[in-house]
Every structure is written in structure tokens, then in C-alpha cells.
């Protein structure tokens, strides 16, 4: 409904990133253990910032100019892009790889001790993910967002210092995931949408 309502006013008090395999299922069941709501498939990617995520979108769009006049007579669109930004503080075998391009399997343990080794690529690896962030605005409202396809596009430099924790900053882009399917996906528990329901046929 239009008009001022503070109730719809959204604050993500607390949240989380998972990843998965491309084609995981969206979970749309919102029950008291949002962990199985979401399944094995997914991986929460733990402790975050304090920035949380940063959500963007940019369409990137050409002018038609005309020898008729000074202004495009339209637009055409040339781009999407759909990213999330966000920086992970713990480092395990599920956060080094995805920040540095790789699988959980490409970490190798020393058979005789507690050592383990990641071999950086030598070149761009395409880590193609499905990336999914929940948000929760009190106990009545959950918000889920679901990238089928996507990539790590960019990283943050590491700081490493004594008086602040490391950060894994990255930056992922959705990417099409053809057959006209969605870019991305909402799914809301949150009273705030008032859509009419379509009778059955």
C-alpha cells in the first residue's frame, strides 16, 4: 500500500551467506531452523563483517541519437550487472578457495600431521557457485535471495595486522543462467506485501 508506513521500513538486524553447486534448490519453507530450511546442498560461509552485504545493480544504457534531435529518441539496453559485496572472517577450507579461486578438495592434508596446503592457481580458475544471503528483520521477517550462477569478479586486498581480524572481501556476479530462467531470486516471509491471490481455473 502507498503512503508512509514505518512497518515496511527493512533493517537486516542479522543475516548469512551460503554457497552451493549451481542448480541447488531455492528454499522457500520458513521454519524455526532456518539451517534445515535450506539443506545440505547450501554452505553458510560463517562470520561476516559488520558491513554486511552490499547489494548492487547496474544496467548499463546506449542512447539512440537522431540527426532530429538533440535528445536520444530511446534507450537500448547494452548490460546488467548484479553483484554482492561482502567480506568473510573466518578462514577454512569453504572461505580460502572461494576467495582465492578453487574447491575445498584442492586443499591437501599431510597424512603424518596437522598441516594443510592450497595451491594457488597460476591463472583465473572460472569457480562458477550458486550464492544465496538470508536476512532477518526481527522474528517476523525473513528475506532470501538466491543467485543460481554466478563468480567471484573481484577480491579486497588482506590486511593483515595485530589490532584487526583478516578479511576475505569479495565480490560476486551473477551470471545467466540461460533457458530464460531467472537472474536471481527474492523469496520474502514478511506480511508487508499484500498481492492479490489468483483464483484457481
Known amino acids: 500500500m502507498a503512503g508512509n508506513n514505518a512497518s515496511e521500513i527493512r533493517v537486516a538486524g542479522t543475516g548469512r551467506i551460503l554457497v552451493a553447486e549451481i542448480g541447488a534448490p531455492l528454499p522457500d519453507a520458513f521454519s524455526d531452523n532456518p539451517a534445515a530450511d535450506w539443506g545440505s546442498a547450501w554452505t553458510d560461509l560463517g562470520y561476516t563483517s559488520t558491513e554486511g552485504v552490499t547489494f ?3 544496467d548499463k544504457l546506449d542512447p539512440v541519437e537522431t540527426w532530429q534531435s538533440i535528445s536520444p529518441a530511446r534507450f537500448v539496453y547494452a548490460d546488467r550487472d548484479l553483484t554482492l559485496k561482502f567480506a568473510m572472517l573466518q578462514f577454512n577450507e569453504d572461505t ?29 580458475t572460472f569457480d562458477e557457485r ?6 532477518t528483520d526481527g522474528t517476523e521477517v525473513t528475506y532470501r535471495f538466491v543467485i543460481p550462477r554466478g563468480q567471484v569478479t573481484a577480491t579486497d586486498d588482506i590486511k593483515l595486522a595485530r589490532k584487526a581480524a583478516a578479511q576475505l572481501g569479495v565480490t560476486f556476479t551473477a551470471l545467466s543462467p540461460g533457458d530464460g530462467s531467472a537472474l536471481a531470486t527474492f523469496v520474502m516471509k514478511d506480511a508487508a506485501y499484500t498481492v492479490p491471490t489468483v483464483p484457481a481455473p
Open 56 to 58: 548492487a545493480k547496474k
Open 96 to 124: 580460502l578457495p572461494f576467495f582465492l579461486g578453487g574447491k575445498s578438495s584442492d586443499i591437501r592434508k599431510d597424512a603424518a600431521a596437522s598441516v594443510f596446503q592450497f595451491d594457488v592457481p597460476d591463472g583465473p
Open 130 to 135: 550458486a550464492l544465496g544471503l538470508e536476512f
